[in-house]
């Protein structure tokens, strides 16, 4: 698989936060809720494996072999048992390997599964797209090709031709999901963060599909959408859970997890609400604002007093997650409107997260055009360190830093 930097920067983020001991809720299970939509039943990678099918070893009909052979996908069931997956299972007092928690992203929860199906095999492609149950038939019959993708969905084939399509998926596991919440319970326990750019991470699965289009910027904002669209989900679930306070993870890791000293990122960061309140993680919606040149979404900068009543939050949250979701994007001067607000943030005039210029700097990734030259691996092995500074973080050096990466990449 090709290497791949700010992935493993968003690691090296959270590193200095990871546990020694075991955190606080150990123990407890908690079951999360199915996920909401009835799913046609799953069968298995396997009755996808044969030569004939998807198992072929050439450029045609490999789907499943540059699954199996290169996908971490194919290994997320896997990881469960490995060290760190078996640490953060220990902590949490689960076997992470049976248990709804983990496998509801790492492996299949909530639908039907037929006696071929296998949950070693991790992330397959029946949870990508859809059970199998009316279209395998179907599909392998002349002439499936042609129809459309209107025609597929009917069978249960989900439709992941659009970059919308697309983002709506992988954040359902890479953000949060009906059925699919990270609580912090499992951040505590040693869990990666999860940040998520679609324009990348698209281009780090090994492709087994044909796309010669370049639609990188669509991907960046479809992926802005999906992901604010699936936090704002996460918080009103979450939110709903409870009439205390929320669990932690709906928060900004930082307002918590920083450090405080003269010049920290949050003294300067002057949040929407009392001092003393918690910002929520809603960073991919203040860039999507950003980007996409949108007003009018007030939610972004929204905070929770600690012992405001969860049900208005639940109830803000829902309102905001409907204004996004009619929201249609185009992406006209994405480049011009990043430049501007990123100045913005150097200058102090605009407030900002560190998830958000992990964000940002995703996406002077994503629509950078020239990857290749000297000065491109330079600003971005800068930015890089800029980004993992756990005492020395500065929102306004790494918006600068940014800026001269999207130069670079020009
Ligand atoms: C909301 C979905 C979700 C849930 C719930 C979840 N994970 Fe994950 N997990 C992910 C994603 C997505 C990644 C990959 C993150 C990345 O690289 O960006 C991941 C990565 C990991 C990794 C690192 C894998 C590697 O190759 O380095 C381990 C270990 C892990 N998860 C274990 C667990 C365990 C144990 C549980 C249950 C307590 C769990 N996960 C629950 C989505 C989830
Ligand atoms: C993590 C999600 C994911 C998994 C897992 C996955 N796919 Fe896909 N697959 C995609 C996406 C995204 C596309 C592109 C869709 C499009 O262009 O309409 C795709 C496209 C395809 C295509 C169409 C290829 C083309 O060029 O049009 C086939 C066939 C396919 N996948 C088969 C499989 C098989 C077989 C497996 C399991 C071995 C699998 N997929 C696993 C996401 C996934
Ligand atoms: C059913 C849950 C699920 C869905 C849907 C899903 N993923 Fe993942 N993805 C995971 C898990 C779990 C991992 C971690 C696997 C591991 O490390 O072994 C992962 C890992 C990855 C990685 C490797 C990350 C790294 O750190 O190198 C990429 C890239 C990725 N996913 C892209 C996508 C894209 C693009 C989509 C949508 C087309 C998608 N995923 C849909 C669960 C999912
Ligand atoms: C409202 C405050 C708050 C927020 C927001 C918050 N945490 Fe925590 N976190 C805590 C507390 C309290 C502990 C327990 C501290 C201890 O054990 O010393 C903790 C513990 C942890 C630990 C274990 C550290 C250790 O040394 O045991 C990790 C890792 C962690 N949190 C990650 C995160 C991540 C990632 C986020 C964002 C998704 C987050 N936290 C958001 C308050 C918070």
């Known amino acids: 698989m090709r290497a791949w930097v700010p992935l493993t920067v968003a690691l090296a983020l959270f590193a200095f936060l990871l546990p020694s001991r075991p955190a606080a809720g150990q123990g407890r299970e908690e079951k999360p809720a199915a996920p909401a939509i009835k799913q046609d039943v799953h069968f298995g990678a396997g009755s996808c494996a044969s030569q004939a099918c998807h198992g072929g070893s050439d450029a045609t009909r490999a789907e499943y072999t540059t699954w ?25 007092g689960i076997d ?22 296998d949950m070693a095999d991790g992330v397959s492609c029946e949870q990508c797209h859809g059970g199998a149950e009316r279209w395998l ?11 459309s993708s209107t025609e597929k969905a009917r069978l249960g084939l989900t439709d992941l031709s659009t970059p919308a399509a697309r983002a709506a998926l992988c954040v359902t596991c890479h953000v949060a999901g009906p059925g699919r919440d990270i609580t912090h319970a499992i951040m505590a326990a040693g869990h990666p963060p999860l940040v998520f750019e679609a324009s990348h991470f698209l281009q780090s699965m090994p492709p087994h599909w044909k796309d010669e289009r370049d639609q990188r910027a669509e991907h960046w904002l479809e992926g802005l959408k999906a992901s604010a669209a699936a936090s704002l989900g996460h918080v009103a679930r979450m939110a709903a859970r409870t009439s205390g306070i929320a669990d932690f993870s709906v928060f900004d890791c930082y307002a918590c997890h920083h450090p ?7 003294e300067k960061r002057k949040p929407a609400g009392k001092p003393g309140d918690l910002a929520l993680e809603l ?37 905001a997650l409907e204004t996004v979701r009619t929201l249609t994007l185009t992406p006209n001067d994405v480049s011009g409107r990043m430049e501007r607000t990123l100045a913005a943030i150097e200058s102090g005039e605009r407030t900002t997260t560190r998830t958000e210029l992990q964000l940002w700097a995703m996406g002077a990734q994503a629509l950078a055009n020239n990857k290749k030259s000297d000065a491109y691996a330079t600003a971005l092995r800068s930015l890089d360190e800029a980004l993992a500074a756990d005492r020395g973080f ?3 050096a790494c918006a600068q830093l940014v800026r001269a990466l999207m130069a670079a990449g020009k």
């Open 260 to 266: 405080i000293y003269s010049g920290s990122v949050y």
């Open 68 to 92: 199996v052979t290169k996908d971490r996908h194919s290994r997320a069931f896997t990881v469960l048992s490995s060290a760190q997956g078996q640490r953060i299972g220990k902590r949490l």
């Open 283 to 319: 960073s991919s919606l203040r860039v999507l604002i950003a980007a996409a040149g949108l007003d009018g979404i007030e939610f972004a900068n929204a905070v929770a007093a600690p012992g405001a009543p969860s049900a208005d939050l639940e109830r803000q949250a829902k309102q």
């Open 394 to 396: 500065r929102a306004d």
């Open 137 to 147: 038939g179907p599909h392998a019959a002349p002439g499936f090709k042609t129809k």
């Open 96 to 117: 992470p390997t049976q248990s709804d928690q983990c496998l509801n992203c790492h492996g299949t929860v909530g639908v039907e599964m037929a006696e071929t199906f």
